[in-house]
């Protein structure tokens, strides 16, 4: 079926209403700004960061949900000790709305378990899609930012994630593998998206500030050669004994140990982003298109 009329009877389908949950506020583009976090590998402390972010962000007053989109694997729900009662196939089933579906964490922040049914986006049918766009819309009137903690890796799902997103953010550490991972990750972004804009950088587990910018210049400097991609750097976030027993904890060290070394490097790059300019802005019909991967820009 060609994507044009697909998209089409999306539009129709929509303005015949024909699924309509629990009518919201009409809106034509996305208030909460969306962040995609990647990782070229796993093990980097992606969702680690997705989290301690998110507190961080709260902390400052600003409601966030994360969405954990590592499907199947659960990686936020475990980290965070809490046990979700819906996830996104509910959603997407029809047996909850969006809203839900939600799961109050520490401080407030709400996340959305990801499961196991979201795995094949680009075949969900016209209903599911509506779900979908009407769930995204949900969490427009009830965040602030949206981080999206999605799959190590490489595949469609995750590139698509990052086009739907305003930014993006990719997490690596100073190992020789994660750096070609992150590379391989920017590289198939630059692939798919050709006109992608400035993707931002964080450097985890870091044995000090020299080793983490020498990582970002390497990174920085091979994107800019063969890709023409510019990296915009975050911070760093230390190795530290408090993170480790914090994830042991099943909590967020910048909620467990707030005085700890690393829980002051995600404020730091929580502040560093928020005093960035806010990236764009779709309509949540587009959003959602490109999210299964209908849309190519």
């Known amino acids: 079926m060609m994507v044009m009329d697909q998209a089409q009877r999306?539009?129709?389908?929509?303005?015949?209403?024909?699924?309509?949950?629990?009518?919201?506020?009409?809106?034509?583009?996305?208030?909460?700004?969306?962040?995609?976090v990647a990782s070229g590998k796993g093990g980097v402390g992606k969702s680690n960061f997705s989290i301690n972010l998110a507190?961080?962000?709260?902390?400052?007053?600003?409601?966030?949900?994360?969405?954990?989109?590592d499907f199947g694997l659960a990686n936020v729900e475990i980290l965070l000790g809490v046990a979700p009662k819906h996830t996104v196939v509910d959603v997407l089933n029809g047996t909850v709305d969006m809203e839900s579906a939600l799961t109050i964490g520490p401080m407030g922040c709400m996340f959305l378990s990801g499961g196991s049914g979201?795995?094949?986006?680009?075949?969900?049918?016209?209903?599911?899609i509506l779900r979908l766009t009407d769930g995204f819309a949900q969490l427009d009137s009830l965040a602030d930012f949206i981080l999206i903690d999605t799959r190590a890796g490489i595949s469609n799902t995750v590139v698509n994630f990052i086009r739907a997103a305003s930014d993006t953010i990719v997490v690596t550490t100073?190992?020789?593998?994660?750096?070609?991972?992150?590379?391989?990750?920017?590289?198939?972004?630059?692939?798919?998206?050709?006109?992608?804009?400035?993707?931002?950088?964080?450097?985890?587990?870091?044995?000090?500030?020299?080793?983490?910018?020498?990582?970002?210049?390497k990174l920085n400097g091979v994107s800019g050669r063969f890709l023409e991609i510019k990296l915009k750097y975050l911070g760093s976030i230390p190795f530290d004994?408090?993170?480790?027993?914090?994830?042991?904890?099943?909590?967020?060290?910048?909620?467990?140990?707030?005085?700890?070394?690393?829980a002051n490097r995600y404020g730091e790059i929580c502040a560093n982003l928020l005093d960035m300019e806010a990236g764009k802005k779709n309509s949540?019909?587009?959003?959602?298109?490109?999210?299964i991967g209908k849309f190519s820009s």
């Open 10 to 36: 999306l539009r129709e389908l929509m303005a015949q209403n024909a699924y309509a949950p629990e009518p919201i506020a009409e809106k034509t583009t996305m208030n909460a700004r969306i962040i995609a």
């Open 55 to 69: 507190i961080q962000m709260r902390k400052l007053g600003k409601r966030v949900v994360i969405i954990d989109a």
């Open 118 to 128: 979201m795995a094949a986006l680009a075949e969900l049918d016209d209903r599911q």
């Open 174 to 217: 100073p190992d020789p593998t994660a750096i070609a991972d992150a590379y391989t990750l920017i590289k198939s972004v630059k692939t798919t998206m050709p006109d992608v804009g400035m993707l931002k950088l964080v450097v985890n587990c870091a044995v000090n500030d020299a080793e983490a910018q020498e990582v970002f210049e």
């Open 241 to 262: 004994s408090y993170l480790v027993r914090a994830v042991r904890k099943q909590k967020p060290v910048s909620i467990q140990y707030p005085f700890a070394e690393s």
């Open 284 to 291: 949540i019909q587009n959003f959602v298109m490109k999210l």
